[in-house]
T-cell receptor
Framework: QQQVKQSPQSLIVQKGGISIINCAYENTAFDYFPWYQQFPGKGPALLIAIRPDVSEKKEGRFTISFNKSAKQFSLHIMDSQPGDSATYFCAASIGTGNQFYFGTGTSLTVIP | DSGVTQTPKHLITATGQRVTLRCSPRSGDLSVYWYQQSLDQGLQFLIQYYNGEERAKGNILERFSAQQFPDLHSELNLSSLELGDSALYFC?????????????FGSGTRLTVV
C-alpha cells in the first residue's frame, strides 16, 4: 500500500499565487521528509527536506510545514512562477534505511 | 547534468522480450538504486546495490534482476516483458549505503512494451 499519500494530483495556480501540496504518512519511524521536483524528461531532484524535530523549514520561496502529531507535511511555494511548473513528489525515509517512500506526485502548472 | 548516466533514454520492445538498462553512478558514489515510475504508482523502489553487493530489495518482480559491476556501473535486466512493465526506470546513486547520504537521480529510461 502507499506509505505516503499525496494530494492533489494536479494543481493550477496563477503566477504570483501560493501553491500548496499536502502529504500524509502512517509510519512513525519515518524521520526524514524530502520534496523532489521533476521536470519533463528529467529525473527527480531534491528541492527541500525536513526532519521531524522542526515544524517548518524555509528555503527561498519554498517552505515545508510539518505536523508530527497529525503525521502530515506540506510544501508551500510562495510567489509561484511559470518556471515552477513541474511534478512534485513528497517522500519519507527511515534513518539508516535504503529507500525513499514516495507519494504519487502532484503536477503543478503555473499560469502566467 | 546530475552526473548519473542512464542508457538508453528510450526503449521500445515487444511482450515476452528481455531488455537491459544501464546506469553509471556519479563519480565517487558507491550505491546504486533502481526505481520504477508508473503513472498511477509514483516512484517504487526496486533494488539497491552497494559496492557490488545487493543491499536491499523492494517491490522487484522475479522477472527482474540487477547487478553492479566492479567499475560500479549497474544493469537492470527485465525479462518476459509484459505490457504492464511499461514505465520510466530511474537509477539513483549515493556515496553511502543509506538514504542519509541523499540521492542523485539520473534522467531515466522510458520503456514501452508493445
Amino acid at each position: 500500500q502507499q506509505q505516503v499519500k499525496q494530494s492533489p494530483q494536479s494543481l493550477i495556480v496563477q503566477k504570483g499565487g501560493i501553491s500548496i501540496i499536502n502529504c500524509a504518512y502512517e509510519n512513525t519511524a519515518f524521520d526524514y521528509f524530502p520534496w523532489y521536483q521533476q521536470f519533463p524528461g528529467k529525473g527527480p531532484a531534491l528541492l527541500i527536506a525536513i526532519r521531524p524535530d522542526v515544524s517548518e523549514k524555509k528555503e527561498g520561496r519554498f517552505t515545508i510545514s510539518f505536523n508530527k502529531s497529525a503525521k502530515q507535511f506540506s510544501l508551500h511555494i510562495m510567489d509561484s512562477q511559470p518556471g515552477d511548473s513541474a511534478t512534485y513528489f513528497c517522500a519519507a525515509s527511515i534513518g539508516t534505511g535504503n529507500q525513499f517512500y514516495f507519494g504519487t506526485g502532484t503536477s503543478l502548472t503555473v499560469i502566467p | 547534468d546530475s552526473g548519473v548516466t542512464q542508457t538508453p533514454k528510450h526503449l521500445i520492445t515487444a511482450t515476452g522480450q528481455r531488455v537491459t538498462l544501464r546506469c553509471s553512478p556519479r563519480s565517487g558514489d558507491l550505491s546504486v538504486y533502481w526505481y520504477q515510475q508508473s503513472l498511477d504508482q509514483g516512484l517504487q523502489f526496486l533494488i539497491q546495490y552497494y559496492n557490488g553487493e545487493e543491499r536491499a530489495k523492494g517491490n522487484i518482480l522475479e522477472r527482474f534482476s540487477a547487478q553492479q559491476f566492479p567499475d560500479l556501473h549497474s544493469e537492470l535486466n527485465l525479462s518476459s516483458l509484459e505490457l504492464g512493465d511499461s514505465a520510466l526506470y530511474f537509477c539513483a546513486s549515493s556515496v553511502g549505503q543509506s538514504v542519509n547520504y541523499g540521492y542523485t537521480f539520473g534522467s531515466g529510461t522510458r520503456l514501452t512494451v508493445v
